[in-house]
């Protein structure tokens, strides 16, 4: 088995390569931990199980676990409306409970999304009260809380300030003092900035068109993605899980059932994909649980199967590393695991290729874009720009969601009469999308868009102006104007664009809006944030 995991990581041991640290625990038993290639590409010095990395999203499970020590201490009930405890927060009309943003189940537009819409970068300084002040600025939500699923940053900011507000020390004093200290996970700590010096860390890494760089974020990061930790640490926290030893930190007995959701979404029910701060799923037929993250430079996850008490860990210092992808396939190569279903199978290059070609998708209703792409043999999609993997464990032509897609579950390529595909959601919400080549674009309607939209919840005007021979958007947010970035005609009345940092990634959709055939303003959507409007200043 350590052959075999060895040989699966050897890419990341080439000279001058950033890579991982993994390790792998059965029935408490440490089966295997190591370093695969270099924690300072710079200085030679190589991963090892004790070099500290960013785990971003992992954070959120000790966001999680800090809510319930307090409910514990009776200071809070999750049943608690946040208003009751951050009264400064809009009221919705509906009630937005302390369990809706533990479960991503709010409905609160994203906090980095909204800041990546005003035109701010991950690299630019940005403090968690300004943060604060563009949640509170929301003027509604994604979905009525508790309906549907869809991951949200905004909350876990939210309850960072709530846990320090009743506990009256910070989170990092509150997470150390409760949780770490108590375990000896002397390599853990919440790092608002990367700036900060830690011991024994890694520095991130990115590819970027063939060549490496260093990368880093100048955010504070709180409850939502600020710790940082070993995969010796990991191998500890993990190690209590199903154990018996600490049952008000075990996390399987306190994060992983899933999160019903109210009658009031399309499947009238039914439950999330997540708990408290855990992704909770199958794999190969077997329950599964656990988190990735996801930093400038760094890509992390833990799985764990407890029906094989098995749990994988892997922390890498490389935007390459495909963390959640590598504890799937460590898994895959364990002996004994009986797995009730067989290993996803590839679909077939030609298929991969035609969906590629035939892209991008559009769903009229949503605006959303959707575009395929070979992910290392398996069927990449994207979504607003939003990655995720489609896999099935037959070869035909439907697919469940094996990585990523946030609120979609599942999906289906239809050949007949017309290539489409549908994508169903957690909510029980099915979007349809067919190829933006197969109807009318609008690109003769592009001089109507020409103007300046004002946002009051972003704070931000986007200037749409011509480019060229098509249209590009300028962000006038509170950084200031950003770099102009191309939008494109997708349907009448819908562009389509790649906007503020991160570019090549995110898609957004602007849906403009007409009164006596002119435009008054458009609603954008993006990948978890949706309804923003925008009102014509100047057209």
Not at 14 to 35: E, F, T
């Amino acid at each position: 088995m350590i052959e075999a995991v060895d040989a699966l990581l050897e890419r990341w041991t080439q000279p001058g390569s950033p890579g991982c640290a993994v390790a792998v625990i059965r029935d408490g038993a440490v089966l295997h931990k190591r370093g695969y290639g270099l924690a300072h590409v710079e200085l030679g010095v190589p991963n090892a199980p004790d070099t500290v990395f960013r785990i971003a999203s992992i954070t959120k499970q000790f966001t999680c676990l800090a809510v319930l020590m307090l409910a514990r201490d009776g200071k809070l009930s999750v049943e608690d409306e946040v208003r009751q405890h951050l009264p400064e927060l809009p009221d919705y009309g509906v009630p937005l409970r302390i369990r809706h943003l533990m479960s991503n189940t709010s409905g609160l537009r994203d906090s980095l999304e909204a800041f990546r819409l005003t035109g701010i970068t991950l690299m630019d300084r940005r403090s968690v009260a300004e943060m604060m002040t563009i949640i509170l600025r929301q003027e509604g939500t994604n979905f009525p809380p508790g309906s549907a699923y869809l991951y949200s940053n905004a909350g876990y900011v939210l309850l960072s300030v709530l846990i320090e507000r009743l506990s009256g020390v910070s989170l990092r004093d509150f997470l150390q003092a409760r949780i770490f200290g108590p375990l000896g996970m002397a390599s853990t700590a919440l790092l608002p900035f990367d700036a900060e010096p830690f011991p024994h860390r890694a520095q991130g890494y990115a590819p970027v068109e063939g060549a490496l760089w260093r990368t880093g974020s100048g955010f504070e990061v709180c409850g939502e993605g600020g710790l940082v930790s070993s995969v010796e640490d990991m191998m500890t926290w993990m190690g209590i899980w199903g154990a018996g030893s600490h049952p008000p930190l075990d996390p399987l007995e306190n994060l992983a059932q899933p999160a019903p959701l109210t009658a009031s979404g399309p499947a009238g029910g039914g439950h999330a994909r997540y708990g408290y701060g855990l992704m909770v799923e199958r794999y190969r037929g077997l329950s599964a649980c656990g988190h990735s993250g996801l930093l400038p430079g760094f890509t992390s996850n833990i799985l764990h199967i407890p029906e094989r008490r098995l749990s994988v860990i892997c922390l890498a210092n490389s935007l390459g590393v495909n963390a959640y992808l590598t504890t799937r396939l460590i898994a895959d190569l364990m002996p004994d695991m009986d797995f009730p279903e067989p290993p996803f199978a590839k679909p077939s290059p030609a298929l991969i290729e035609r969906l590629a070609k035939a892209g991008p998708f559009v769903d009229e209703d949503s605006g959303a874009t959707l575009t395929f792409s070979d992910a290392e043999g398996r069927l990449g999609a994207t979504r607003f720009g939003t990655p995720f993997t489609l896999a099935n464990s037959d070869g035909a032509m439907a697919y469940t969601v094996f990585q990523g897609g946030y609120d979609v579950v599942s999906a289906e390529v239809a050949e007949e009469p017309s290539l489409a595909l549908r994508l169903a959601r957690v909510d029980g919400g099915i979007e349809t999308y067919r190829p933006v080549a197969s109807g009318p674009t609008g690109a003769d309607l592009l001089d109507d868009y020409i103007g300046r939209y004002r946002s009051a919840e972003l704070m931000s005007d986007w200037v749409i102006e011509r480019a060229g021979d098509g249209l590009a958007v300028r962000i006038e947010g509170p950084r200031g104007p950003a770099l102009p970035c191309p939008l494109e005609p997708t349907r009448p009345d819908l562009l389509t664009g790649r906007v503020g940092w991160f570019g090549a990634q995110f898609r957004d959709a602007l849906r403009f809006h007409r009164e006596d055939g002119r435009i008054r303003g458009f609603t954008l959507n993006a990948s978890r944030s949706r309804g923003i409007r925008f009102v014509a200043v100047t057209n």
